[in-house]
């Protein structure tokens, strides 16, 4: 018969990987929900997330169709991504000749950096915050 030693604080190590695994996995979700609710606002109120009054559209339906195809992931590491699919984003943030721009995204146009102003503002320092205390208790949960 053979006999392992350490199996027991090997599981307990394991358990803990896994327990800290899930916690991040529940933290970006919430911070993916509440980063898409701010894009969603956005929309609803015809501002950007930075509290610039949008111009009036000719066809409001254009931005429920750019709405749809926003998609916040996940990263691995814990880096969030802002991905539209919609053909027409890039016009509808930064405008174009005769158009101009209706930033929804909480980023400051043209330099697509974190806004530090208004919603996005709060949002971001808010995140940094969030995942701050994140990291410390998860660092009370090390092996």
Not at 63 to 75: E, F, G, H, N
Not at 121 to 130: F, K, L, M, V, Y
């Amino acid at each position: 018969m053979v006999r392992i030693s350490g199996a027991a604080e090997m599981r307990a190590r394991l358990q803990k990987t896994a327990d800290r695994a899930r916690r991040l996995e529940a933290f970006l979700q919430r911070e993916t929900a509440s980063l898409r609710a701010l894009c969603a606002q956005a929309f609803a109120e015809r501002r950007s997330p930075m509290g610039d009054a949008w111009p009036p559209t000719r066809d409001p339906s254009s931005a429920a169709s750019i709405l749809a195809t926003v998609a916040i992931v996940a990263r691995p590491g814990g880096a969030l991504t802002i991905q539209v699919t919609h053909p027409a984003a890039g016009y509808f943030v930064h405008g174009r000749q005769g158009q101009p721009g209706r930033n929804f995204l909480p980023l400051e146009v043209p330099s697509m950096q974190p806004a530090e102003r208004g919603a996005a503002g709060e949002w971001w320092s808010g995140h940094r915050a969030r995942a701050k205390a994140f990291i410390e208790s998860a660092e009370e949960l090390s092996p």
